[in-house]
């Protein structure tokens, strides 16, 4: 038996790599990789590697074995077709009978045209008859503080999400409860709604990032539409722009506020707060 993570070498996949590795023996890990040279620091530890392409469904045959517990990381192209990725994952799973399989998913409040393709997955995996867990991951502090150079050089937090507030933890709180529920028990065929224990809104973050630097940084709160535009004026392009814009106003709608302790629970333990976050993302 063997514990299978696919996008092992991306930023959620090569946490929850390293946490196994403080859980269970390298041996019993298999990181599924694109790229085997970005896994070279794995393999050296003894975790088994994979090559494999969600775009590629054969690349999948053979590679899970009965009784393997699978963490499917959802994928980031957006424009292939990110249900029917998963599906190869998902049906290669199913014909080698796996014990479980996990998915790194979307809150069920988030409405945006982001949260479609979980949705869609939810449904293929729950209908494979494949034993599940729903890991739906609300936003993480990373998406935030990994981006500081323009708030810093603007002394602005720019965002279209009003007043609205945000569950977030870390990427390394939604990777510890990927460990938990591949090396625990009684996880199948459930969902979790993941997010981080205290919301928070752009005014506070802004008030937090200026706490913390000497400056003062302000919240400019903008349109939807005034958000594509800067997005695409600083060369994301229109389609993903307009993904983050809605992100943003479903935001101000209370959807990515995650109530019920599901992660600090599954993890044991209280979640990152945003302000170490920050202060991790200034040192570096």
């Keep these: 038996m063997s514990i299978v993570v696919t996008g092992a070498t991306g930023h959620l996949g090569r946490h929850v790599v390293e946490q196994l590795l403080d859980k269970v023996p390298a041996g019993q890990i298999t990181a599924v990789v694109r790229t085997p040279d970005k896994a070279a620091g794995l393999a050296e530890q003894g975790v088994r590697i994979a090559v494999a392409d969600y775009n590629d469904p054969s690349s999948f045959d ?15 192209e957006f424009d292939k077709g990110r249900v029917q990725q998963h599906t190869v994952v998902i049906e290669a799973a199913k014909a080698a ?14 409405t945006a045209a982001l949260a479609d393709d979980h949705r869609g997955t939810e449904k293929v995996l729950v209908d494979s008859g494949v034993p599940y867990t729903l890991l739906r991951n609300g936003w993480y502090h990373e998406n935030y503080t990994e981006n ?19 569950s977030s933890a870390s990427r390394a709180d939604y990777a510890a409860a990927a460990v938990a529920v591949l090396t625990g028990d009684g996880h199948e065929n459930t969902a979790y709604e993941l997010g981080g224990d205290t919301a928070w809104s752009f005014a506070e973050y802004a008030a937090e990032l200026s706490r913390q630097t000497g400056k003062d940084i302000a919240y400019n709160a903008v349109s939807p539409e005034a958000l594509v535009a800067i997005l695409t004026g600083a060369g994301v392009p229109e389609p ?34 945003l302000s170490e976050a920050v202060a991790t993302a200034l040192e570096g």
């Design 62 to 76: 053979g590679l899970f074995a009965a009784g393997d517990k699978v963490l499917l990381v959802s994928g980031n």
């Design 97 to 110: 009978g796996v014990s479980l399989l996990a998915y790194t998913s979307a809150p069920s409040s988030l």
């Design 148 to 166: 500081l150079a323009p708030v810093l050089a603007h002394d602005a937090v720019v965002a279209a999400a009003g007043d609205g507030r945000v």
């Design 240 to 273: 993903f722009a307009r993904i983050l814009a809605g992100v943003d106003v479903s935001i101000g709608q209370g959807e990515l506020v995650v109530p019920g302790g599901d992660l600090s629970r599954l993890i044991g333990r209280p979640t990152t707060p």
